[in-house]
């Protein structure tokens, strides 16, 4: 008799550790876990990066990935990559000064952003342009806001995996009693 109520347990707490896991896994923000965002880089650097990292062709991008993580991660594709290079990197500084991201990667971003630099600016200057260019007020200003404001598609989800899980801890509630 107590072995099967031992067994009801483990079941028990196995499907909940499951349910558990899929809500993670469908709905992140249920539960924030410390250290997921390894990257040194605040939203409009990440955002920033990002569309520069979008003017590379793909081979240095997954090129870039390598040298960033050690070889450790195996992109799928291009996404991935960028993914992953954006969450290694300590800095946007540190990602920038790679050899890999030639000064008229850089030049073009800028160009593209509107920033209006010499066209015979080395590097580093167009480095600390680019900082410069993130770190303007109005774009703090934007980062805020946009922190404030949720994604409706991920309360949506949200919501739908929560009452998903509540039915789910209900029914097998159910079926124990049974």
């Not at 920033?115 to 015979?120: D, E, H, Q």
Request: net charge positive; charged share 30%.
């Amino acid at each position: 008799m107590a072995r099967r109520e031992g067994r009801r347990e483990t079941r028990k707490r196995f499907r909940l550790q499951l349910l558990r896991w899929l809500l993670a896994r469908l709905c992140p923000s249920a539960f924030p876990r410390p250290g997921v965002n390894m990257s040194g880089l605040n939203k409009i650097e990440l955002e920033g990066c990002r569309d520069l990292l979008g003017l590379m062709e793909t081979s240095e991008i997954l090129a870039l990935c390598d040298t960033i993580t050690n070889r450790l991660v195996q992109p799928q594709d291009r996404q991935d990559a960028i993914r992953a290079v954006l969450a290694y990197s300590q800095s946007a500084e540190e990602l920038l000064k790679r050899k890999k991201v030639y000064r008229e990667i850089i030049f073009k971003y800028l160009a593209m952003k509107g920033v209006i630099v010499p066209p015979a600016s080395e590097k580093h200057n167009l480095i600390q342009y680019a900082k410069n260019h993130w770190n303007k007020p109005e774009l703090k200003v934007m980062e805020e806001t946009l922190e404030k404001v949720p994604n409706t598609e991920d309360i949506i989800l949200c919501e739908q995996v929560k009452m998903t899980f509540i039915f789910l801890k209900f029914l097998y509630n159910l079926k124990m009693m049974e």
